[in-house]
């Protein structure tokens, strides 16, 4: 395909507008820094006012604005400064707006999905190439913008097919993208409590947005401590991502796979194998399984880096305490237990606390300290019975005193309500 001139892209924007084709007005807009513009490029040096000439051109703003901010940026564009590459880039979106914003603006789905795909990927590579010299500032203007739109296409009250939500899910999925890369991911909450109550289902939109929606909502409900809600959206995003699309499927299988551990269902040394993960969680695995609090802190800590930048340290660390008593718990149990078939099978605070202080290797810890626990672990349903304090007895349910990990309901500790209380 030939290159148009200036004045054939004004024209084919003109024409686009004209016949209200999204796709089309969409295609013209070229923002690849490739041979196609080149030649455009250096077209535009020779034009002095791109704003006039555009305003010549085509009659109904704000096409002519946009069009004008969309040439300046293939005349000034230098591909070595990401910083200047993404504020020219936001002046299009910005003059984009008002067109969006019209009560008849449907037809700009197509576009709006280009531009916000843009931004972020713009927004994201400025920041990389500045991050020494400055602190996110264009993710956080891009997630602003994304803002804006996502109220734009909420608020549409045309009929569906003709109104912006179509692209409802593509914008909010790119929002996510950039809270998670500013560390922001409470602000995700917004976003889905809006199209709770617009009553946008998710399983009306195409099958990729789906999966990176629940992908990111199951990470924030991991966040949120909501672990079996984690699990539910984050199997879903797995089971319905392409198989092709493996670094994604290893990505979304990792977040599975902390919900699975902390509900007591780790998944097998195969599957593990088959992502990569073995080394990364296998020593915690096996260390949960066997009650072996030091091992599991080694292990832990051994890869501190990796499950920080991740996400998943605090959360495992927290969460994984209480099932590692369980297990600990359970094994000395298993140990010391005499059936008796007149009272009901008992374990003693002075077990538990030699166990308790040879796994952590805590010398420090005392009765109270295993009492707590043993508290701890009736109140949340992983252990069936009873204390008696005065004898310092666990006296545990003749049936199933341990019930499976994954059966307990698992008490939510939710990070904004803590903040909100200091």
Known sequence: MSCPTVLETIQQVSQARGARDGDLLAYYFDFDVNSYTDTLKKELQSVNNVQALCRKNITERPYDDLTAAYLTFIKEVDPTNLTHLYDLFADVFAQFIPAFNAGD?????????????YLV???LQADKQTRVRSKNKKATDAARILSRT???????RAPFEESKKPAIYFVTNLAFKVYFNLDTIRLCQTFINNIQKAKLSVENFPISQQVTYRYYVGRLYLYQHLIKKAETELDFAFRHCPDEMRKNRRLIFLYLTITRIIRGRPPSRELLEKYGLVNRLSGIIQAI???????????LDAQLDWFLSTGNYMILKERCAIILYRQLIRKVFLLTYNPSPKSPPTLSYEDVLTAMSVASDDEDLDIGDAECILISLIDQGYVKGYLNHQRKLVVLSKQNPFPPINSVEVITEYPLEREKTK
């Open 105 to 117: 603006a449907g037809w700009l789905v197509p576009m709006v999905k280009k531009l916000s795909s």
């Open 289 to 299: 399984g066997k009650g072996d609090i030091r091992s599991f802190e080694r292990s």
């Open 150 to 156: 996502f109220n734009m296409i909420i608020s549409d």
């Open 121 to 123: 990927e713009f927004a």
